[in-house]
């Protein structure tokens, strides 16, 4: 059977080459990093630079595949990072772990569909002890989400983990 080889470069000097029968994109680094969507020329599926200490990730048209950090190690109350779904989503999950000696405080999912006004999805959780969390919403379409921790009492190291699909 032949082999066919092809090489694909655009004006910014982006290139994509088969190595080990895998196709590797460059996109820049660091600010300059960029998407690299692939298509079918009905579905979309985005490969995403990642952002606060995640690596690249998959986005798809439904959600996105690998979990995103929206608060990493904290020790405080604090508002987690927005998470970008690329379009809106009808179902959320967060993932939380909390270490240390919490005796009270609450999670709670929020959710936005402009990345700027966020209104809490009325899904939360109780943290009175070391442990795992979930907090889910189904059915309430939104964009962006984060996570939010208020009442703190006790130490905590928490790290909360989200993931998105229509």
């Known amino acids: 059977m032949p082999s066919m080889y092809v090489g694909i470069s655009d004006a910014s000097e982006n290139k994509a080459t088969v190595s080990g029968g895998a196709l590797q994109v460059s996109t820049g680094s660091g600010a300059t990093a960029s998407s690299v969507k692939i298509t079918d020329g ?19 048209s439904t959600g996105f595949v690998n979990p995103v950090t929206t608060l990493n190690a904290v020790a405080a109350n604090t508002t987690g990072a927005t998470v970008d779904a690329g379009a809106a989503q009808t179902n959320w999950c967060a993932v939380a772990v909390a270490g240390a000696t919490p005796t009270a405080g609450t999670l709670t999912l929020e959710l936005s569909v402009d990345g700027v ?50």
């Open 42 to 60: 009905t579905n979309v599926v985005n490969v995403v630079p990642g952002g606060a200490g995640n690596g690249p990730e998959l986005s798809v």
């Open 117 to 166: 006004a966020f209104v809490s999805s009325s899904v939360t959780a109780s943290v009175t002890a070391a442990g795992n969390f979930l907090l889910a919403s189904t059915g309430r379409a939104a964009r962006y989400a984060r996570v939010s921790l208020t009442g703190l009492t006790g130490t905590i190291s928490l790290t909360v983990k989200m993931m998105a699909a229509d």
